[in-house]
């Protein structure tokens, strides 16, 4: 009995014991809780991460001019603190001023664009210089239709951005800040501002070769002239497009009122094939040359001429009479064409058309080609009204403006048929290019095919077709063309585009440039002084 009584006592005098220290937990755990240190570790709870910019490779002209990055803005992330709240107030001016102190009353750190305000000091904001990929002012915009432009992830989606889009991701990186906030996303006061890559822009890219300059002028001179349609220039030795644009343009900050515009800006109209018209009696002159037909072969324009039953008519019905092949490009003399076409033969002007490049797809980048357009078959032209559809620049061939720009490179070189190319190369520093292997010409008819073409084009310009397209100094060569779509406006009255196609200057050619107007009807009235306008803005060539 004595043993069982202690036993009792023994579980009582533990359950008290177990009892003091529980309640001695308790106590010191209430303690804790009300201490101030821990309350803040407590809500010390999470790493905040803002997204500053992310880099990217450039992207340059032939003379290492960024054609990106060239708008800079300065970016400030900010802790929501008193510090930061007082700088703010002080050092920011007008809208951007209100949006600072807005974000501020939020409590949670933010990025604000100053774009090209003032850097903003405080110990809670970082400065960063970054830059936007395009101007957002769409008249300081160059090449949008060849550059393209990025999604909201930053990924190329057209254009040199897509077909280069590993390259230029890989020579970036993604710019961030870190800070400590609490559960409420509230900066925790005396926690630093983490910042994670850096915001230099990068050197390495891709080089064009495009002029920077000379892009600019085509683009005011189209954007001023031309509601829809596309000027090309080409170095003529090489094929390298020092220019292209398309019009109407497009803002890629906008691209929604792109895709609603019946006018179709987001179509690179350079690279699409449209009727050729009187540009292609060049390739059916240069054939018949090479077939050993004399440049004094003659025929008597009466307005007209009949070829198997069907009357085909020239521009001009009162006819030029007699006429050679010098005054038949100078005056674009459609029955002149049809009778040098059947002395030549249509499999003679095909082959010529095809070592020139038409019917044939050029990539100029990855995803970025100019169309092949469209031939006439060796059966379509065993018929005799293909074969004068033909000769003239009609029927079933179509062209695009990089093609024919290929066309008068090769009469302009010397009988040279170029391969047009867009990209130049890479560069490492910004620096010096790492140029890319590039097609080299081909002889495709004789230099003294070339000369007397050369010679007829300049005529064209001194005294034919298009004296509206002689330069103010060095002198040019070209062909005006109005070609017949076989399309009609609501009006029920054909479409006809307006073309000139030329090179300058006249004496030892550096560029051809071609200029086509939807719509435009005289090549000689309306698109060949633009190519007057071009030549003289961009000045003399050493």
């Known amino acids: 009995m004595e043993q069982s009584r202690n036993m009792q006592w023994k579980i009582v005098g533990l359950f008290c014991i177990l009892l003091g220290v529980a309640s001695l937990l308790m106590v010191r755990l209430y303690s804790l809780s009300m201490d101030g240190g821990l309350k803040q570790a407590a809500q ?60 501020l009353t939020q409590g949670n750190p933010f990025v604000l664009d100053l774009e090209d305000g003032d850097k903003v000091y405080a110990q809670d904001i970082e400065n960063f210089t970054t830059t936007a990929r395009l101007p957002h002012d769409q008249q300081k915009q160059l090449a949008v239709h060849l550059l393209g432009y990025l999604n909201g992830d930053g990924e190329g989606v057209s254009g040199i951005e897509q077909a280069y889009d590993e390259e230029l991701s890989a020579a970036g990186e993604e710019v961030r800040v870190r800070c400590t906030v609490n559960a409420l996303g509230e900066a925790v006061d005396g926690s630093p501002i983490e910042v994670q890559g850096s915001a230099r822009l990068p050197q390495e890219g891709v080089v064009l070769t495009l002029d920077q300059r000379m892009q600019s002028i085509v683009e005011e001179v189209g954007e001023e002239e031309i509601d829809q349609g596309a000027i090309v220039v080409m170095d003529v030795s090489s094929g390298e497009i020092r220019a292209s644009a398309s019009f109407p343009q497009y803002d890629p900050y906008h691209l929604e009122e792109a895709l609603e515009d019946a006018k179709k800006p987001l179509l690179n109209r350079a690279l699409l094939p449209y009727c050729v018209g009187s540009s292609f009696k060049l390739t059916v002159a240069a054939a018949a040359l090479e077939e050993g037909i004399s440049p004094e072969f003659s025929v008597d324009c009466v307005g007209g001429t009949t070829v198997a039953g069907r009357i085909f008519y020239c521009h001009y019905r009162a006819g030029h009479r007699q006429t050679n092949l010098k005054r038949a490009i100078e005056q674009s003399c459609n029955p002149y064409f049809i009778k040098l076409g059947q002395k030549t033969g249509g499999d003679s002007i095909l082959s010529m058309a095809k070592a020139i490049g038409f019917g044939r797809e050029t990539q100029l980048a990855p995803g970025i080609v100019s169309q092949e357009g469209t031939l006439p078959t060796e059966s379509d032209l065993d018929n005799l009204h293909e074969l004068a559809n033909f000769s003239f620049g009609q029927g079933k061939l179509t062209a695009t403006p990089i093609q024919v720009a290929s066309m008068v490179s090769a009469v302009a070189n010397g009988g040279m048929a170029v391969t047009p190319k867009l990209v130049l190369g890479s560069t490492q520093d910004g620096k010096t290019i790492e140029e890319k292997e590039q097609p080299a010409p081909v002889r495709i008819f004789s230099e003294q095919t070339a000369s007397i073409l050369r010679q007829d084009m300049i005529g064209v310009v001194e005294e034919g077709s298009a004296t509206m397209a002689k330069p103010q100094q060095g002198g040019a060569g070209g062909k005006t063309a109005s070609a017949q779509t076989g399309m009609y406006d609501e009006n029920g009255e054909e479409i006809v585009h307006a073309w000139f196609a030329g090179f300058f200057p006249a004496q030892n050619p550096k560029y051809a440039a071609v200029i086509l107007i939807e719509g435009g009807e005289y090549g000689g009235m309306v698109a060949s002084p633009l190519f007057k306008e071009i030549v003289d803005r961009y000045g003399p060539i050493e």
Do not use: F, W
């Open 44 to 103: 010390m709870q999470s790493v905040y991460t803002l997204d500053i910019t992310t880099t990217r490779g450039r992207i340059y002209d032939r003379s290492l001019n960024p054609l990106t990055d060239t708008e800079k803005h300065n970016l400030i992330a900010v802790l929501p603190t008193d510090e930061a709240a007082q700088a703010c107030a002080g050092q920011i001016e007008g809208e951007q001023r209100r949006q600072a102190l807005d974000a």
